[in-house]
């Protein structure tokens, strides 16, 4: 496996984790799963500061809402593998984003 293979591996599963984390920590701090609903609150600094949550968070939701979908309501085949796709592009691209800020803070070598 080369090296940038690799580092884009290890980016995607960050991505994921740290997703994974916000969400799980928002559902723990506020009893109810986080959802791109926080968006529809209307103009207030709540709704300003969900922005910055949400793009991180965003793919693991979207893969919760899919696999929830794809049980419950039967979605097809091509519309998860759609959204597992877009999910992990997201989620390489904010690991990949949050990599680089550990370097840049000297946290990684």
């Given at each position: 496996m080369s090296p940038d293979t690799l580092n884009s591996l290890f980016s995607l599963l960050i991505g994921f984790a740290f997703a994974g984390a916000l969400a799980s920590g928002y559902?723990?701090?506020a009893e109810r799963p986080a959802g791109f609903?926080?968006?529809?609150?209307?103009?207030?600094?709540?709704?300003f500061a969900?922005?910055?949550?949400?793009?991180?968070?965003a793919p693991f939701i979207i893969m919760r809402n899919t696999l929830r979908?794809?049980?419950?309501?039967?979605?097809?085949?091509?519309?998860?593998?759609?959204?597992t796709v877009i999910s992990g592009f997201w989620s390489l691209m904010?690991?990949?984003?949050?990599?680089m800020t550990l370097r840049a803070a000297g946290v990684l070598g």
């Open positions: 559902q723990a701090m609903g926080l968006l529809q609150e209307g103009v207030a600094p709540k709704t969900a922005v910055p949550f949400l793009v991180f968070a979908g794809a049980r419950i309501e039967r979605r097809r085949f091509e519309f998860v593998m759609m959204a904010s690991g990949t984003f949050f990599m």
